[in-house]
């Protein structure tokens, strides 16, 4: 059984009585979903934590696109402050602080990103383990899924089209493989350790027919390859974990102890949706560095702007234990659950649509 979609957005706004009458039902399983997984955490010990929102340093993602404001201080002088994308370098600090087993249902924020998946403002379900492997994370991962199925009465999750059993056993791929079974492409013949050979996959990628721009670097025709030709095979009918992703394409995870091309980096894909982005973390401060330094200049050179590092992170990871995160997009998994065709239609207050 799966709750009733909402009708199409038209004039009324979402707080119109009507349109959310549709939408309550979907809100009320989203509650539900909520309320499960925190008490599932909470009996493995886990500990929910409240990291602030404003920051210094939203990320270091070249990718990753921050709302940006001023702090006022008494002196009347403004200090370039952010909104986080991502609860990552707060929780991480609990992490060297001593907190084993943290978890945060975090309002999380990101510009540029405004579609039927995406939201300027949505939930992110963050988690990290101490001193454990990083594929403790998948059983994770498939128990949160079952978990929100369950709270939405849902038999299935659904987008489009597809559908995929929320209580199966995820596959597991690794994305070397996936790109090979379905773009083609052998990715790790591109890569030595985290250097990349663009000229070596621009040639595989153009002989698959995939269009690319001149300017199109390594990691942008991975995307596109990876948007175009692998995430719609991912996950129909069973969930999919897409492991061991590139070592170029991990800045925040450990490389992998049998080979160094490739990283203990990890997604959860649904209904070719992506859901969760997990990882074996990182914890070597000078080479974390060196890595967001780089994800910065190609940030300078795509998009003409960067991010401060943020210092005190840094610090940090000299006293972060050995840890395994994850972070998983909670709106969506509610919108697969529900069958929502929007990610608005489970967002209590949406920001836009």
């Given at each position: 059984m799966t709750s009733s979609r909402p009708t199409p957005p038209d004039a009324t706004p979402w707080w119109g009585r009507s349109r959310h009458a549709d939408r309550r039902p979907l809100l009320l399983a989203r509650n539900r979903a909520q309320r499960a997984i925190r008490?599932?955490?909470?009996?493995?010990?886990?500990?929910?934590?409240?990291?602030?929102?404003?920051?210094?340093?939203?990320?270091?993602?070249?990718?990753?696109?921050?709302?940006?404001?001023?702090?006022?201080?008494?002196?009347?002088?403004?200090?370039?402050?952010?909104?986080?994308?991502?609860?990552?370098?707060?929780?991480?600090?609990?992490?060297?602080?001593?907190?084993?087993?943290?978890?945060?249902?975090?309002?999380?924020?990101?510009?540029?990103?405004?579609?039927?998946?995406?939201?300027?403002e949505f939930t992110m379900l963050e988690w990290y383990r101490a001193g454990q492997d990083y594929r403790v994370l998948f059983q994770d991962c498939a128990r949160f899924l079952a978990l929100t199925a369950e709270a939405a009465g849902a038999d299935l999750l659904r987008h489009g089209d597809m559908t995929c059993d929320p209580f199966a056993a995820p596959q597991i791929v690794t994305v070397a493989e996936a790109f090979a079974e379905f773009a083609g492409v052998d990715l790790l013949?591109?890569?030595?350790?985290?250097?990349?050979?663009?000229?070596?996959?621009?040639?595989?990628?153009?002989?698959?027919?995939?269009?690319?721009?001149?300017?199109?670097?390594?990691?942008?025709?991975?995307?596109?390859?990876?948007?175009?030709?692998?995430?719609?095979h991912l996950g129909r009918d069973r969930p999919l974990i897409l492991d061991r992703?590139?070592?170029?394409?991990?800045?925040?995870?450990?490389?992998?102890?049998?080979?160094?091309?490739?990283?203990?980096?990890?997604?959860?894909?649904?209904?070719?949706?992506?859901?969760?982005?997990?990882?074996?973390?990182?914890?070597?401060?000078?080479?974390?560095?060196?890595?967001?330094?780089?994800?910065?200049?190609?940030?300078?050179?795509?998009?003409?702007?960067?991010?401060?590092?943020?210092?005190?992170?840094?610090a940090a990871l000299s006293f972060m234990p050995e840890a395994a995160g994850c972070a998983l997009g909670f709106d969506r998994l509610v919108m697969l659950a529900t069958s929502a065709p929007r990610i608005s239609d489970v967002i209590w207050t949406p920001v836009a649509e």
């Open positions: 008490d599932w955490l909470e009996a493995g010990d886990f500990i929910e934590v409240d990291p602030a929102a404003l920051v210094t340093s939203p990320g270091n993602e070249a990718h990753l696109h921050a709302f940006a404001t001023q702090q006022i201080g008494n002196d009347g002088l403004a200090r370039q402050m952010y909104l986080h994308t991502s609860p990552e370098f707060a929780m991480k600090k609990l992490l060297a602080a001593g907190e084993p087993r943290i978890f945060s249902f975090a309002h999380v924020w990101r510009n540029r990103e405004c579609t039927t998946r995406h939201s300027p013949a591109t890569c030595d350790g985290a250097q990349t050979d663009a000229a070596a996959l621009r040639a595989q990628v153009l002989a698959q027919g995939i269009r690319l721009s001149d300017d199109d670097g390594w990691s942008d025709m991975l995307s596109r390859v990876l948007v175009e030709k692998v995430e719609p992703y590139p070592a170029a394409e991990a800045a925040l995870a450990r490389p992998a102890a049998d080979d160094p091309r490739e990283a203990e980096r990890f997604e959860l894909y649904a209904c070719g949706v992506e859901l969760a982005n997990g990882f074996g973390e990182l914890t070597d401060p000078a080479e974390q560095r060196r890595r967001f330094q780089l994800e910065m200049d190609e940030k300078q050179r795509i998009y003409g702007e960067r991010y401060p590092l943020d210092e005190d992170f840094l």
